[in-house]
Protein backbone atom coordinates (compact mmCIF):
# COMPACT_ATOMS: atom_id res chain seq x y z
CA UNK A 1 0.00 0.00 0.00
CA UNK A 2 1.34 3.39 -1.02
CA UNK A 3 3.17 5.45 1.90
CA UNK A 4 1.10 8.26 2.54
CA UNK A 5 -2.53 6.13 3.27
CA UNK A 6 -3.79 7.41 6.56
CA UNK A 7 -3.28 4.94 9.53
CA UNK A 8 -6.63 5.00 9.78
CA UNK A 9 -7.78 3.24 6.25
CA UNK A 10 -4.66 1.07 6.53
CA UNK A 11 -5.58 -0.54 9.27
CA UNK A 12 -9.30 -0.53 8.10
CA UNK A 13 -7.64 -2.17 5.02
CA UNK A 14 -5.81 -4.50 6.95
CA UNK A 15 -9.30 -5.95 8.89
CA UNK A 16 -10.73 -6.60 5.65
CA UNK A 17 -12.27 -9.90 5.50
CA UNK A 18 -10.79 -11.00 2.13
CA UNK A 19 -8.51 -13.54 1.65
CA UNK A 20 -5.33 -11.84 0.01
CA UNK A 21 -2.45 -13.98 -1.42
CA UNK A 22 1.37 -12.93 -1.46
CA UNK A 23 0.62 -10.57 -4.04
CA UNK A 24 -2.33 -8.76 -1.88
CA UNK A 25 -4.32 -10.28 -4.25
CA UNK A 26 -7.37 -11.93 -3.92
CA UNK A 27 -9.73 -14.80 -6.09
CA UNK A 28 -12.07 -12.76 -7.86
CA UNK A 29 -8.36 -10.53 -9.16
CA UNK A 30 -9.34 -7.69 -5.93
CA UNK A 31 -5.88 -5.76 -5.27
CA UNK A 32 -5.35 -4.80 -2.27
CA UNK A 33 -3.43 -1.67 -3.03
CA UNK A 34 -6.39 -0.56 -5.55
CA UNK A 35 -9.17 -0.67 -2.55
CA UNK A 36 -5.86 1.33 -0.69
CA UNK A 37 -6.27 4.34 -2.98
CA UNK A 38 -10.05 3.81 -3.82
CA UNK A 39 -11.01 4.28 -0.35
CA UNK A 40 -8.80 7.24 0.26
CA UNK A 41 -10.08 8.83 -2.30
CA UNK A 42 -13.26 8.09 -1.84
CA UNK A 43 -13.23 9.17 1.98
CA UNK A 44 -12.90 12.87 1.31
CA UNK A 45 -16.53 12.54 -0.76
CA UNK A 46 -17.96 10.86 1.70
CA UNK A 47 -17.10 12.98 4.67
CA UNK A 48 -16.49 16.24 3.00
CA UNK A 49 -17.79 16.74 -0.31
CA UNK A 50 -21.35 14.74 0.28
CA UNK A 51 -21.33 14.76 4.16
CA UNK A 52 -22.97 11.23 3.99
CA UNK A 53 -24.77 10.42 7.38
CA UNK A 54 -25.52 7.07 7.35
CA UNK A 55 -28.02 5.33 9.96
CA UNK A 56 -29.20 1.69 10.57
CA UNK A 57 -25.49 0.95 9.48
CA UNK A 58 -25.59 -2.55 11.97
CA UNK A 59 -28.59 -3.81 10.17
CA UNK A 60 -25.54 -4.92 8.05
CA UNK A 61 -24.08 -8.64 9.02
CA UNK A 62 -20.53 -8.41 10.10
CA UNK A 63 -19.89 -11.68 8.52
CA UNK A 64 -21.44 -14.17 5.72
CA UNK A 65 -23.11 -13.43 3.06
CA UNK A 66 -26.05 -10.42 2.23
CA UNK A 67 -27.64 -8.80 -0.40
CA UNK A 68 -27.45 -4.89 0.25
CA UNK A 69 -30.33 -3.55 -2.13
CA UNK A 70 -31.40 0.19 -2.76
CA UNK A 71 -32.91 2.71 -5.19
CA UNK A 72 -30.44 4.11 -8.33
CA UNK A 73 -30.49 7.78 -8.95
CA UNK A 74 -28.52 10.66 -9.92
CA UNK A 75 -27.10 10.43 -13.56
CA UNK A 76 -23.73 9.02 -12.54
CA UNK A 77 -23.97 6.70 -9.89
CA UNK A 78 -22.75 8.40 -6.48
CA UNK A 79 -25.25 6.19 -4.46
CA UNK A 80 -22.95 3.01 -5.38
CA UNK A 81 -19.95 4.63 -4.28
CA UNK A 82 -20.93 5.84 -1.41
CA UNK A 83 -22.39 2.80 0.08
CA UNK A 84 -19.10 1.56 -0.58
CA UNK A 85 -17.69 4.10 1.60
CA UNK A 86 -20.34 3.59 4.40
CA UNK A 87 -19.78 -0.07 4.92
CA UNK A 88 -16.14 0.31 4.70
CA UNK A 89 -15.36 3.77 6.90
CA UNK A 90 -18.89 3.63 9.05
CA UNK A 91 -19.21 -0.18 9.86
CA UNK A 92 -17.29 -2.30 12.75
CA UNK A 93 -15.52 -4.59 11.10
CA UNK A 94 -15.50 -2.69 7.81
CA UNK A 95 -16.75 -4.44 4.79
CA UNK A 96 -15.90 -4.74 1.10
CA UNK A 97 -19.05 -4.60 -1.16
CA UNK A 98 -19.02 -6.03 -4.67
CA UNK A 99 -21.54 -3.88 -7.16
CA UNK A 100 -22.54 -5.28 -10.58
CA UNK A 101 -21.06 -3.11 -12.98
CA UNK A 102 -23.14 -2.77 -16.84
CA UNK A 103 -21.29 -4.51 -18.92
CA UNK A 104 -20.83 -2.03 -21.51
CA UNK A 105 -18.43 -0.50 -19.21
CA UNK A 106 -16.22 -4.38 -19.09
CA UNK A 107 -14.97 -2.99 -22.77
CA UNK A 108 -13.60 0.18 -21.96
CA UNK A 109 -9.88 0.49 -21.52
CA UNK A 110 -8.76 1.75 -17.76
CA UNK A 111 -12.28 1.63 -16.26
CA UNK A 112 -12.71 -2.30 -16.71
CA UNK A 113 -9.13 -3.07 -15.71
CA UNK A 114 -9.81 -0.37 -12.22
CA UNK A 115 -13.30 -1.99 -11.81
CA UNK A 116 -11.66 -5.92 -11.23
CA UNK A 117 -8.89 -4.79 -9.01
CA UNK A 118 -11.90 -3.61 -6.73
CA UNK A 119 -14.27 -6.70 -7.19
CA UNK A 120 -16.75 -4.75 -9.27
CA UNK A 121 -17.55 -7.52 -11.86
CA UNK A 122 -19.66 -7.70 -14.84
CA UNK A 123 -23.36 -7.77 -14.08
CA UNK A 124 -23.70 -11.60 -14.74
CA UNK A 125 -26.11 -13.75 -12.80
CA UNK A 126 -23.19 -16.14 -12.45
CA UNK A 127 -21.07 -13.47 -11.00
CA UNK A 128 -23.55 -12.67 -8.69
CA UNK A 129 -23.34 -16.31 -7.21
CA UNK A 130 -20.15 -17.02 -6.87
CA UNK A 131 -19.83 -13.55 -5.03
CA UNK A 132 -22.40 -15.06 -2.51
CA UNK A 133 -20.93 -18.55 -1.91
CA UNK A 134 -17.28 -16.47 -1.22
CA UNK A 135 -19.22 -15.27 1.69
CA UNK A 136 -19.30 -11.50 0.55
CA UNK A 137 -21.82 -8.62 0.26
CA UNK A 138 -23.24 -8.14 -3.15
CA UNK A 139 -24.70 -4.07 -3.96
CA UNK A 140 -27.39 -4.54 -6.37
CA UNK A 141 -29.84 -1.88 -8.04
CA UNK A 142 -32.96 -3.68 -9.02
CA UNK A 143 -33.59 -0.35 -11.21
CA UNK A 144 -30.38 -0.89 -13.15
CA UNK A 145 -29.62 1.37 -15.58
CA UNK A 146 -33.39 2.41 -15.99
CA UNK A 147 -32.70 3.92 -11.87
CA UNK A 148 -29.67 6.65 -12.55
CA UNK A 149 -31.40 7.13 -15.89
CA UNK A 150 -34.31 8.61 -14.71
CA UNK A 151 -34.85 12.45 -15.29
CA UNK A 152 -35.03 14.96 -12.10
CA UNK A 153 -38.83 15.34 -12.61
CA UNK A 154 -39.24 11.47 -11.70
CA UNK A 155 -36.58 11.81 -8.30
CA UNK A 156 -37.06 9.09 -6.25
CA UNK A 157 -39.56 7.43 -8.25
CA UNK A 158 -38.72 3.63 -8.03
CA UNK A 159 -38.86 2.41 -11.87
CA UNK A 160 -39.67 -1.24 -12.72
CA UNK A 161 -37.89 -3.59 -10.57
CA UNK A 162 -35.93 -6.74 -11.80
CA UNK A 163 -37.23 -10.29 -9.78
CA UNK A 164 -33.89 -11.57 -10.62
CA UNK A 165 -32.45 -10.22 -7.42
CA UNK A 166 -35.09 -12.07 -5.03
CA UNK A 167 -34.54 -15.31 -7.06
CA UNK A 168 -31.08 -14.97 -6.53
CA UNK A 169 -31.35 -14.64 -2.76
CA UNK A 170 -33.50 -17.43 -2.40
CA UNK A 171 -31.57 -19.86 -4.66
CA UNK A 172 -28.22 -18.86 -2.44
CA UNK A 173 -29.67 -18.61 0.97
CA UNK A 174 -28.88 -15.04 1.03
CA UNK A 175 -30.47 -11.95 3.72
CA UNK A 176 -31.46 -9.01 1.77
CA UNK A 177 -30.38 -6.03 3.44
CA UNK A 178 -32.11 -2.82 1.94
CA UNK A 179 -31.70 0.53 2.12
CA UNK A 180 -32.74 4.02 0.88
CA UNK A 181 -29.69 6.41 -1.20
CA UNK A 182 -31.10 10.15 -0.77
CA UNK A 183 -29.25 13.25 -2.42
CA UNK A 184 -28.10 11.63 -5.14
CA UNK A 185 -31.11 13.13 -7.51
CA UNK A 186 -29.72 16.34 -6.22
CA UNK A 187 -25.90 16.12 -6.33
CA UNK A 188 -26.95 14.97 -10.40
CA UNK A 189 -30.35 16.15 -11.65
CA UNK A 190 -30.75 14.74 -15.21
CA UNK A 191 -32.82 17.26 -17.32
CA UNK A 192 -32.26 15.34 -20.21
CA UNK A 193 -29.91 12.94 -21.98
CA UNK A 194 -27.81 13.63 -25.03
CA UNK A 195 -28.21 10.44 -27.49
CA UNK A 196 -24.89 11.20 -29.07
CA UNK A 197 -22.66 10.96 -26.39
CA UNK A 198 -24.29 7.99 -25.55
CA UNK A 199 -23.71 6.43 -28.44
CA UNK A 200 -20.37 7.47 -29.08
CA UNK A 201 -19.26 6.15 -26.09
CA UNK A 202 -21.23 3.00 -25.93
CA UNK A 203 -23.00 4.00 -22.41
CA UNK A 204 -26.91 3.14 -22.11
CA UNK A 205 -27.22 6.99 -21.74
CA UNK A 206 -25.62 10.01 -20.80
CA UNK A 207 -26.89 12.43 -18.67
CA UNK A 208 -27.01 16.75 -18.99
CA UNK A 209 -27.42 18.27 -15.77
CA UNK A 210 -28.22 22.31 -15.69
CA UNK A 211 -24.63 22.96 -15.26
CA UNK A 212 -23.96 20.67 -18.49
CA UNK A 213 -21.01 18.39 -17.54
CA UNK A 214 -22.12 15.24 -15.37
CA UNK A 215 -20.30 16.41 -12.58
CA UNK A 216 -22.17 15.88 -9.26
CA UNK A 217 -22.49 19.23 -6.97
CA UNK A 218 -21.72 18.61 -3.40
CA UNK A 219 -25.46 18.33 -1.49
CA UNK A 220 -25.38 16.37 1.32
CA UNK A 221 -26.41 12.53 1.19
CA UNK A 222 -28.44 10.03 3.47
CA UNK A 223 -28.20 6.43 3.66
CA UNK A 224 -30.85 4.93 5.64
CA UNK A 225 -30.08 0.74 6.02
CA UNK A 226 -32.97 -1.20 7.12
CA UNK A 227 -33.74 -4.57 9.05
CA UNK A 228 -32.58 -7.99 6.53
CA UNK A 229 -35.71 -9.14 5.36
CA UNK A 230 -35.76 -13.25 4.67
CA UNK A 231 -38.23 -15.07 2.15
CA UNK A 232 -38.99 -19.01 2.48
CA UNK A 233 -37.97 -20.25 -0.85
CA UNK A 234 -35.88 -21.97 -2.67
CA UNK A 235 -36.23 -19.49 -6.24
CA UNK A 236 -38.29 -21.74 -8.36
CA UNK A 237 -41.90 -20.05 -7.56
CA UNK A 238 -44.00 -18.61 -9.92
CA UNK A 239 -43.17 -14.62 -11.28
CA UNK A 240 -46.71 -14.20 -8.91
CA UNK A 241 -45.21 -15.23 -5.49
CA UNK A 242 -41.38 -13.61 -6.64
CA UNK A 243 -43.33 -10.16 -7.55
CA UNK A 244 -45.26 -10.29 -4.30
CA UNK A 245 -41.90 -10.23 -2.30
CA UNK A 246 -40.15 -8.07 -4.90
CA UNK A 247 -43.06 -5.71 -3.71
CA UNK A 248 -42.14 -6.19 -0.48
CA UNK A 249 -38.42 -5.11 -0.95
CA UNK A 250 -39.54 -1.81 -3.19
CA UNK A 251 -42.24 -0.67 0.02
CA UNK A 252 -39.58 -0.88 2.36
CA UNK A 253 -37.15 1.06 0.08
CA UNK A 254 -40.07 3.65 -0.37
CA UNK A 255 -40.44 4.18 3.22
CA UNK A 256 -36.73 4.39 3.94
CA UNK A 257 -36.13 7.14 0.94
CA UNK A 258 -39.31 8.97 2.65
CA UNK A 259 -37.43 9.13 6.15
CA UNK A 260 -34.23 10.07 4.75
CA UNK A 261 -35.66 13.03 2.88
CA UNK A 262 -37.69 14.33 6.08
CA UNK A 263 -34.42 14.19 7.56
CA UNK A 264 -33.35 16.23 5.47
CA UNK A 265 -35.95 18.58 5.08
CA UNK A 266 -36.23 17.89 1.31
CA UNK A 267 -39.81 18.26 -0.08
CA UNK A 268 -41.14 15.05 -0.24
CA UNK A 269 -41.85 14.83 -4.80
CA UNK A 270 -45.73 14.20 -4.95
CA UNK A 271 -45.49 11.04 -7.00
CA UNK A 272 -43.31 9.39 -3.67
CA UNK A 273 -46.55 10.54 -1.58
CA UNK A 274 -48.68 8.70 -3.68
CA UNK A 275 -46.48 5.74 -3.43
CA UNK A 276 -46.25 6.19 0.13
CA UNK A 277 -50.60 6.51 0.30
CA UNK A 278 -50.97 3.40 -1.72
CA UNK A 279 -48.70 1.38 0.95
CA UNK A 280 -51.02 2.52 3.44
CA UNK B 1 -1.65 -50.81 -16.85
CA UNK B 2 -0.42 -50.33 -19.78
CA UNK B 3 -1.12 -46.78 -21.28
CA UNK B 4 -0.07 -45.38 -24.74
CA UNK B 5 0.77 -41.32 -24.61
CA UNK B 6 -0.15 -39.82 -27.91
CA UNK B 7 1.89 -36.48 -28.40
CA UNK B 8 4.39 -37.91 -26.24
CA UNK B 9 7.30 -35.89 -27.04
CA UNK B 10 5.85 -32.96 -25.75
CA UNK B 11 7.01 -31.33 -22.23
CA UNK B 12 3.98 -32.15 -19.93
CA UNK B 13 3.36 -35.34 -21.58
CA UNK B 14 7.40 -36.22 -20.96
CA UNK B 15 6.36 -35.93 -17.80
CA UNK B 16 2.94 -37.44 -17.41
CA UNK B 17 4.98 -40.33 -18.99
CA UNK B 18 7.83 -40.58 -16.67
CA UNK B 19 5.83 -40.88 -13.50
CA UNK B 20 3.48 -43.83 -15.09
CA UNK B 21 6.62 -45.16 -15.52
CA UNK B 22 8.17 -44.61 -12.30
CA UNK B 23 4.38 -46.27 -10.80
CA UNK B 24 5.26 -49.41 -12.37
CA UNK B 25 2.78 -48.74 -15.15
CA UNK B 26 3.59 -50.37 -18.95
CA UNK B 27 3.91 -46.72 -20.80
CA UNK B 28 4.17 -46.66 -24.91
CA UNK B 29 4.47 -43.69 -26.27
CA UNK B 30 3.47 -42.07 -30.10
CA UNK B 31 5.03 -39.02 -31.66
CA UNK B 32 6.41 -38.16 -35.19
CA UNK B 33 9.18 -35.97 -32.97
CA UNK B 34 11.37 -37.89 -31.21
CA UNK B 35 12.68 -38.08 -27.77
CA UNK B 36 16.46 -38.56 -27.35
CA UNK B 37 16.71 -39.44 -23.79
CA UNK B 38 13.39 -40.78 -22.87
CA UNK B 39 14.57 -43.45 -20.18
CA UNK B 40 14.46 -46.89 -21.17
CA UNK B 41 11.50 -48.23 -19.92
CA UNK B 42 9.30 -46.48 -22.15
CA UNK B 43 8.87 -47.64 -25.69
CA UNK B 44 8.41 -45.17 -27.91
CA UNK B 45 7.04 -45.08 -32.04
CA UNK B 46 8.13 -42.47 -34.02
CA UNK B 47 4.94 -42.21 -35.93
CA UNK B 48 1.94 -39.62 -37.31
CA UNK B 49 -1.35 -40.17 -36.07
CA UNK B 50 -3.11 -40.68 -38.53
CA UNK B 51 -1.32 -42.83 -40.25
CA UNK B 52 -0.76 -46.59 -40.67
CA UNK B 53 1.87 -47.29 -38.60
CA UNK B 54 0.07 -45.49 -35.75
CA UNK B 55 -3.17 -47.90 -35.77
CA UNK B 56 -0.86 -50.91 -35.40
CA UNK B 57 0.96 -49.56 -32.30
CA UNK B 58 -3.06 -49.54 -31.28
CA UNK B 59 -3.49 -53.17 -32.94
CA UNK B 60 -0.36 -55.01 -31.64
CA UNK B 61 0.01 -53.50 -28.62
CA UNK B 62 -3.42 -53.34 -27.41
CA UNK B 63 -2.98 -50.61 -25.07
CA UNK B 64 -5.51 -50.05 -21.62
CA UNK B 65 -5.72 -46.58 -21.73
CA UNK B 66 -4.69 -44.08 -24.06
CA UNK B 67 -3.59 -40.55 -22.70
CA UNK B 68 -3.90 -37.99 -26.07
CA UNK B 69 -1.83 -35.28 -25.63
CA UNK B 70 -1.30 -34.67 -29.62
CA UNK B 71 -2.70 -31.56 -30.30
CA UNK B 72 -1.02 -29.09 -31.49
CA UNK B 73 -1.23 -25.27 -29.72
CA UNK B 74 1.44 -23.70 -31.51
CA UNK B 75 -0.53 -20.64 -32.21
CA UNK B 76 2.42 -19.93 -35.31
CA UNK B 77 1.44 -23.57 -36.83
CA UNK B 78 -0.23 -22.91 -39.25
CA UNK B 79 -4.08 -23.63 -39.68
CA UNK B 80 -4.70 -25.98 -42.15
CA UNK B 81 -2.03 -28.43 -40.59
CA UNK B 82 -3.25 -27.82 -37.23
CA UNK B 83 -6.75 -28.20 -38.47
CA UNK B 84 -5.72 -31.91 -39.72
CA UNK B 85 -3.49 -32.72 -36.81
CA UNK B 86 -6.20 -31.74 -34.00
CA UNK B 87 -9.07 -33.05 -35.40
CA UNK B 88 -8.01 -36.03 -37.66
CA UNK B 89 -5.54 -36.93 -35.05
CA UNK B 90 -8.42 -37.03 -32.30
CA UNK B 91 -10.95 -38.89 -34.59
CA UNK B 92 -8.35 -41.36 -35.04
CA UNK B 93 -7.30 -41.62 -31.23
CA UNK B 94 -10.89 -42.69 -30.46
CA UNK B 95 -11.35 -44.77 -33.55
CA UNK B 96 -8.58 -46.70 -32.85
CA UNK B 97 -9.50 -47.33 -29.22
CA UNK B 98 -12.78 -48.43 -29.99
CA UNK B 99 -11.40 -51.03 -32.75
CA UNK B 100 -8.53 -52.03 -30.68
CA UNK B 101 -10.27 -52.22 -26.98
CA UNK B 102 -8.68 -49.43 -25.19
CA UNK B 103 -11.13 -49.07 -21.93
CA UNK B 104 -9.58 -45.74 -20.96
CA UNK B 105 -9.26 -42.20 -23.07
CA UNK B 106 -8.08 -38.88 -21.62
CA UNK B 107 -8.34 -36.13 -23.81
CA UNK B 108 -5.87 -33.53 -22.63
CA UNK B 109 -7.48 -29.63 -23.80
CA UNK B 110 -7.25 -26.39 -23.07
CA UNK B 111 -9.67 -23.79 -20.60
CA UNK B 112 -8.71 -21.32 -23.25
CA UNK B 113 -11.95 -23.54 -25.02
CA UNK B 114 -14.15 -21.26 -23.15
CA UNK B 115 -13.49 -18.63 -24.79
CA UNK B 116 -12.42 -14.60 -23.45
CA UNK B 117 -15.43 -12.13 -23.72
CA UNK B 118 -15.98 -9.03 -21.93
CA UNK B 119 -19.49 -10.52 -21.17
CA UNK B 120 -17.96 -13.57 -19.93
CA UNK B 121 -18.20 -14.78 -16.49
CA UNK B 122 -15.23 -15.59 -14.13
CA UNK B 123 -14.94 -19.18 -12.87
CA UNK B 124 -16.04 -21.03 -15.51
CA UNK B 125 -17.98 -24.21 -14.68
CA UNK B 126 -18.14 -27.38 -17.18
CA UNK B 127 -21.08 -26.59 -17.24
CA UNK B 128 -20.69 -23.53 -19.81
CA UNK B 129 -20.67 -23.82 -23.55
CA UNK B 130 -17.38 -23.08 -25.04
CA UNK B 131 -16.98 -19.94 -26.71
CA UNK B 132 -13.66 -19.36 -28.19
CA UNK B 133 -14.24 -20.57 -31.62
CA UNK B 134 -16.39 -17.03 -31.91
CA UNK B 135 -14.03 -15.04 -29.58
CA UNK B 136 -10.43 -16.37 -31.08
CA UNK B 137 -11.16 -18.14 -34.99
CA UNK B 138 -7.46 -19.46 -34.50
CA UNK B 139 -8.89 -21.74 -31.73
CA UNK B 140 -11.96 -23.12 -33.53
CA UNK B 141 -10.06 -26.46 -33.93
CA UNK B 142 -9.33 -27.17 -30.12
CA UNK B 143 -12.77 -26.36 -30.23
CA UNK B 144 -13.77 -29.01 -32.47
CA UNK B 145 -11.53 -31.30 -31.22
CA UNK B 146 -12.68 -30.91 -27.33
CA UNK B 147 -16.31 -31.30 -28.22
CA UNK B 148 -15.39 -34.33 -30.82
CA UNK B 149 -13.26 -36.03 -27.80
CA UNK B 150 -16.36 -35.32 -25.05
CA UNK B 151 -19.07 -36.77 -28.14
CA UNK B 152 -17.45 -39.84 -27.28
CA UNK B 153 -19.04 -40.25 -24.05
CA UNK B 154 -22.59 -41.02 -25.66
CA UNK B 155 -20.71 -42.83 -29.05
CA UNK B 156 -18.75 -45.23 -27.08
CA UNK B 157 -20.22 -45.64 -24.14
CA UNK B 158 -18.07 -48.83 -22.90
CA UNK B 159 -14.79 -46.89 -23.23
CA UNK B 160 -14.69 -44.51 -20.28
CA UNK B 161 -13.51 -40.69 -21.51
CA UNK B 162 -12.62 -38.16 -19.92
CA UNK B 163 -12.01 -34.48 -21.45
CA UNK B 164 -9.89 -32.22 -19.21
CA UNK B 165 -9.72 -28.49 -20.08
CA UNK B 166 -6.78 -27.33 -18.49
CA UNK B 167 -5.46 -24.34 -17.40
CA UNK B 168 -1.81 -23.00 -19.10
CA UNK B 169 1.17 -24.79 -17.89
CA UNK B 170 4.46 -22.91 -16.45
CA UNK B 171 7.59 -25.13 -15.66
CA UNK B 172 11.70 -25.26 -16.10
CA UNK B 173 10.48 -27.21 -20.07
CA UNK B 174 9.70 -23.22 -20.68
CA UNK B 175 7.45 -24.80 -23.43
CA UNK B 176 3.83 -24.17 -23.88
CA UNK B 177 1.32 -21.35 -25.27
CA UNK B 178 1.99 -18.90 -22.19
CA UNK B 179 5.83 -19.63 -22.31
CA UNK B 180 6.02 -18.29 -25.55
CA UNK B 181 3.40 -15.68 -25.08
CA UNK B 182 5.94 -14.59 -22.25
CA UNK B 183 9.29 -15.25 -24.09
CA UNK B 184 10.31 -12.15 -24.99
CA UNK B 185 11.55 -9.28 -23.35
CA UNK B 186 8.54 -7.78 -22.95
CA UNK B 187 5.47 -9.16 -22.69
CA UNK B 188 2.88 -7.19 -24.83
CA UNK B 189 -0.50 -6.45 -23.25
CA UNK B 190 -3.21 -4.46 -24.62
CA UNK B 191 -3.28 -0.90 -22.43
CA UNK B 192 -5.97 -0.26 -20.32
CA UNK B 193 -6.71 -4.26 -19.63
CA UNK B 194 -5.16 -6.29 -17.02
CA UNK B 195 -7.03 -9.66 -17.22
CA UNK B 196 -6.30 -12.47 -14.63
CA UNK B 197 -4.24 -15.57 -16.14
CA UNK B 198 -4.78 -18.88 -14.67
CA UNK B 199 -2.31 -21.11 -15.04
CA UNK B 200 -0.38 -24.38 -13.01
CA UNK B 201 3.51 -25.95 -12.61
CA UNK B 202 3.81 -28.89 -14.98
CA UNK B 203 4.39 -30.96 -12.30
CA UNK B 204 0.93 -30.53 -11.10
CA UNK B 205 -0.74 -30.81 -14.60
CA UNK B 206 1.37 -34.25 -15.02
CA UNK B 207 0.07 -35.16 -11.44
CA UNK B 208 -3.73 -34.24 -12.22
CA UNK B 209 -3.28 -36.02 -15.01
CA UNK B 210 -1.77 -39.53 -13.67
CA UNK B 211 -4.79 -39.23 -10.69
CA UNK B 212 -7.33 -38.35 -13.78
CA UNK B 213 -6.51 -42.19 -15.44
CA UNK B 214 -5.92 -43.71 -11.81
CA UNK B 215 -9.73 -41.74 -11.06
CA UNK B 216 -10.73 -43.50 -14.26
CA UNK B 217 -12.89 -40.32 -14.93
CA UNK B 218 -15.62 -40.17 -16.92
CA UNK B 219 -16.90 -37.09 -17.87
CA UNK B 220 -15.96 -33.52 -18.84
CA UNK B 221 -13.40 -31.78 -15.96
CA UNK B 222 -11.93 -28.77 -15.38
CA UNK B 223 -8.19 -28.68 -14.07
CA UNK B 224 -7.40 -25.71 -12.69
CA UNK B 225 -3.85 -24.54 -10.48
CA UNK B 226 -3.85 -22.40 -7.92
CA UNK B 227 -5.38 -18.83 -7.70
CA UNK B 228 -5.33 -16.75 -10.89
CA UNK B 229 -2.94 -13.58 -11.15
CA UNK B 230 -3.35 -10.34 -13.59
CA UNK B 231 -0.84 -10.70 -16.35
CA UNK B 232 1.02 -7.45 -14.92
CA UNK B 233 1.96 -9.52 -11.76
CA UNK B 234 2.48 -12.60 -14.30
CA UNK B 235 4.90 -10.16 -15.93
CA UNK B 236 6.57 -8.72 -12.91
CA UNK B 237 7.37 -11.83 -10.98
CA UNK B 238 9.08 -13.89 -13.69
CA UNK B 239 11.33 -10.53 -14.22
CA UNK B 240 9.78 -9.22 -17.27
CA UNK B 241 8.09 -5.70 -18.31
CA UNK B 242 5.04 -5.43 -19.96
CA UNK B 243 4.71 -3.60 -22.61
CA UNK B 244 0.57 -2.38 -22.67
CA UNK B 245 -0.31 -1.26 -26.18
CA UNK B 246 -2.91 1.17 -27.95
CA UNK B 247 -5.27 -1.34 -29.16
CA UNK B 248 -4.80 -0.77 -32.87
CA UNK B 249 -1.58 -0.84 -32.73
CA UNK B 250 -1.56 -4.22 -30.71
CA UNK B 251 -1.67 -6.19 -34.01
CA UNK B 252 0.39 -4.59 -36.04
CA UNK B 253 3.54 -4.40 -33.22
CA UNK B 254 3.43 -8.29 -32.57
CA UNK B 255 5.60 -10.03 -34.30
CA UNK B 256 7.67 -7.25 -34.63
CA UNK B 257 10.71 -5.88 -31.54
CA UNK B 258 11.71 -8.92 -30.17
CA UNK B 259 7.73 -9.19 -29.23
CA UNK B 260 5.96 -12.95 -30.01
CA UNK B 261 3.17 -13.21 -32.96
CA UNK B 262 -0.35 -14.11 -32.45
CA UNK B 263 -3.04 -14.48 -34.40
CA UNK B 264 -6.22 -12.11 -35.02
CA UNK B 265 -8.36 -12.89 -32.04
CA UNK B 266 -5.52 -12.99 -29.67
CA UNK B 267 -6.47 -9.52 -28.21
CA UNK B 268 -9.34 -11.16 -26.62
CA UNK B 269 -7.64 -13.20 -24.54
CA UNK B 270 -5.40 -10.46 -23.67
CA UNK B 271 -7.88 -7.88 -22.71
CA UNK B 272 -10.22 -10.22 -20.79
CA UNK B 273 -9.66 -13.33 -18.30
CA UNK B 274 -10.31 -17.31 -19.23
CA UNK B 275 -10.71 -18.53 -15.08
CA UNK B 276 -12.23 -21.99 -14.73
CA UNK B 277 -13.49 -23.39 -11.54
CA UNK B 278 -11.53 -27.02 -10.94
CA UNK B 279 -13.84 -27.80 -8.03
CA UNK B 280 -15.66 -30.99 -9.19
CA UNK B 281 -12.07 -32.36 -10.91
CA UNK B 282 -10.29 -31.73 -7.27
CA UNK B 283 -12.98 -33.52 -5.51
CA UNK B 284 -13.31 -36.12 -7.94
CA UNK B 285 -9.50 -37.54 -7.50
CA UNK B 286 -8.09 -35.59 -4.51
CA UNK B 287 -5.90 -33.23 -6.46
CA UNK B 288 -4.47 -30.18 -4.83
CA UNK B 289 -1.74 -27.92 -6.37
CA UNK B 290 1.57 -28.31 -4.44
CA UNK B 291 2.88 -25.32 -6.16
CA UNK B 292 1.39 -22.18 -5.49
CA UNK B 293 0.96 -18.88 -7.89
CA UNK B 294 4.39 -17.59 -6.26
CA UNK B 295 6.49 -20.68 -6.45
CA UNK B 296 5.06 -21.34 -9.91
CA UNK B 297 5.85 -18.12 -11.12
CA UNK B 298 9.49 -17.61 -9.46
CA UNK B 299 10.15 -21.28 -10.35
CA UNK B 300 9.79 -20.59 -14.15
CA UNK B 301 11.38 -17.25 -14.22
CA UNK B 302 14.34 -19.17 -12.42
CA UNK B 303 14.67 -22.10 -14.62
CA UNK B 304 14.58 -20.21 -17.38
Redesign the interface.
Known amino acids: MFPGLPEELRERIHRLDIPFNAYGLDRFGISRDTLAWFYSLLTPFYRQYFEVQTTGIEQVPETGRAMIIGNHSGGIPVDASMVMASLFLDMEPPRHVHGMVEKFAQKWPIVSQVFSRMGQLAGLPEHAVQLLEAERLLLVFPEGARGTGKLYRDRYRLVRFGTGFIRLALKTNTPIVPFAFVGGEEALPTLLHSRLLAQLTGAPYWPVPPWILPIPKPVPCRIHYGEPMTFDGDGTESDEVIEGWVNDVRERITELMRDGLQELNLPIPAHLGQDLEALA | MKVLITGISGALARRVASYLALDGQTVLGLDHRPWPDAPANITLFEADLRKRPAEDVFRLHRPDAVIHMGTVTHLNARTEERYRINLHGTRAVFEHGERYGVKQTIFIGRHTVYGAA ?2 A ?3 HTENDPPLAASTYPALSDLVAADLFAGSALWKMPEMCTAVLRMVYVLGPSQRGTLASYLSGPFVPT ?7 FQFMHEEDAARAIVLALKAKLRGIYNVAGP ?4 IS ?1 LAR ?1 IGKGTLPLP ?1 PLFHLALGKFGLPWLPRGAENHVK ?2 VVIDGSRFDEETGFEPQW ?3 TTMEGFRWSG
Open positions: PDPLYVLGFDPLQPVPVVEYPSEK
